[in-house]
């Protein structure tokens, strides 16, 4: 059995790709196990679309990754964190769980030392900040395996050696085989927001957090117009905030003001299905850093929707620049118009790029490549065939 937590409050690209993990599982192989913390919240929503029970957790404090500040709230912290650990090993043993399977931050954190009390194996998948404390420190230690998203969340200072323990697997992408009407796709927002019918689209298509620098978004649009003030061009920002960290909406709303482009951003929430959103966009512009390995970016290019995506963290291993899509200087808006300006006045380029990224994505990111990496993890850190590990029943 195969242990999966979550929190539930939200469902973003790591939930998307374990979410897909979990579906794809040979049933004769693993039985998989499913928790959230919080139900009733939109990833509950997510899996029950799937047909993927649960379990809820039991009644716990979820763990950070960011340290409480002073004396008295680290002992609370550090009480909390031995309960926690305590009922949460109690219940995987109960549960004959082999294997746990964490996803993020808050999970890594809260189930680690449980599931190592209770005898099953950890696999800590990281997404985030090579930096971070957790995979430098905690993963090192309690981990029976590490695998990453990229080269370049790979933990950059770790306490131990983690290098017989470290695996990247990319995430899994779903193929399309039919692709949206682009002309179609895009026509809809023109009678959207009753715009002239030669309006052209680029966006945004994210969480709006700080990291993803959604207000450069704002910037580039600016930049753009600063060079062709008479292009009929709009940019479109898919996406809200997260609930854990400040929302950036209010600044990149007085940003557009500022720089006289409020009138060419549209803030378009959540919308699904993503697919017909991304197709009506000319290019997705990805001015993001520290990005680890945005579904976003791949997504785009199966779509042949041409990515400009920063120079930066895992966007480095997804596109060949000037091939599959461009790559430029971080925190430079300027830096975005001579390749945004290609795709939208040189109709052969944007062919030529949109194939050559869709061929590329299509090689490289699948999802039965990426289930057999991970199964292959699951049957090495056992250390035997997964199918003696007995079939078992849950509910929701």
């Known amino acids: 059995m195969v242990a999966y937590p979550f929190v539930g409050d939200e469902v973003g690209g790591s939930h998307i790709s374990a979410v897909g993990l979990i579906r794809a599982l040979d049933r004769s192989r693993y039985e998989p196990l499913v928790i959230l913390h919080r139900p009733g919240k939109a990833l509950e929503a997510y899996l029950?679309?799937?047909?993927?029970?649960?379990?809820?957790?039991?009644?716990?404090?979820?763990?950070s990754p960011r340290h409480s500040h002073g004396v008295a709230?680290?002992?609370?912290?550090?009480?909390?964190?031995?309960?926690?650990?305590?009922?949460?090993?109690?219940?995987?043993?109960?549960?004959?769980?082999?294997?746990?399977?964490?996803?993020?931050?808050?999970?890594h954190a809260t189930w680690a030392l449980a599931a190592r009390l209770s005898g099953a194996k950890l696999l800590w998948h990281h997404r985030g900040d090579p930096d971070a404390f957790g995979v430098n420190v905690m993963a090192p230690l309690l981990a029976n395996h590490i695998v990453t998203v990229s080269h370049y969340?790979?933990?950059?200072?770790?306490?131990?050696?983690?290098?017989?323990?470290?695996?990247?697997?990319?995430?899994?992408?779903?193929?399309?085989?039919?692709?949206?009407?682009?002309?179609?796709?895009?026509?809809?927002?023109?009678?959207?927001?009753?715009?002239?019918?030669e309006t052209r689209f680029v966006g945004y298509v994210g969480g709006l957090i700080d990291r993803k620098r959604p207000v450069r978004f704002v910037e580039v649009i600016h930049?753009?117009?600063q060079r062709f003030p008479d292009f009929p061009l709009v940019g479109?920002?898919?996406?809200?905030?997260?609930?854990?960290?400040?929302?950036?909406?209010?600044?990149?709303?007085?940003r557009a003001l500022e720089l006289g482009v409020q009138h060419r951003i549209k803030m378009m929430g959540f919308r699904a299905p993503v697919e017909p959103c991304i197709s009506a966009l000319d290019a997705l512009l990805v001015p993001a850093i520290n990005e680890p390995f945005g579904r976003t970016l791949i997504?785009?290019?199966?779509?042949?929707?041409?990515?400009?995506?920063?120079?930066?963290?895992?966007?480095?291993e997804a596109i060949i620049d000037d091939v599959t899509g461009f790559l430029v200087e971080p925190e430079k808006p300027e830096a975005f118009v001579d390749p945004l300006a290609k795709l939208l006045m040189n109709a052969g380029?944007?062919?030529?790029?949109?194939?050559?990224?869709?061929?590329?994505?299509?090689?490289?990111?699948?999802?039965?490549?990426?289930?057999?990496?991970?199964?292959?993890?699951?049957?090495?850190?056992?250390?035997?065939?997964?199918?003696?590990?007995?079939?078992?029943?849950?509910?929701?």
Request: aromatic share 6%; with cysteine; net charge neutral.
């Open 236 to 254: 479109l920002v898919f996406g809200i905030p997260s609930p854990d960290l400040p929302n950036p909406e209010p600044e990149m709303r007085a």
């Open 73 to 107: 709230g680290k002992i609370s912290r550090s009480f909390e964190y031995v309960r926690t650990t305590a009922r949460l090993s109690a219940f995987l043993s109960e549960r004959h769980v082999n294997i746990v399977h964490t996803n993020d931050g808050q999970m």
């Open 153 to 197: 969340v790979q933990p950059t200072r770790p306490i131990l050696p983690v290098s017989h323990k470290l695996s990247v697997l990319h995430s899994p992408f779903n193929h399309p085989t039919l692709l949206p009407d682009r002309e179609d796709c895009r026509r809809e927002f023109v009678r959207e927001f009753d715009l002239p019918e």
């Open 299 to 316: 997504e785009a290019m199966l779509l042949e929707t041409p990515v400009i995506a920063t120079r930066h963290g895992g966007n480095i």
């Open 48 to 63: 029950t679309e799937r047909g993927l029970p649960f379990l809820k957790s039991p009644e716990v404090a979820i763990m």
């Open 349 to 396: 380029e944007h062919r030529h790029i949109s194939s050559a990224a869709r061929a590329s994505a299509l090689t490289k990111y699948g999802t039965e490549a990426h289930v057999e990496g991970v199964s292959l993890l699951y049957e090495r850190i056992v250390g035997r065939d997964c199918r003696s590990f007995g079939v078992r029943t849950t509910a929701t």
């Open 223 to 225: 930049a753009f117009l």
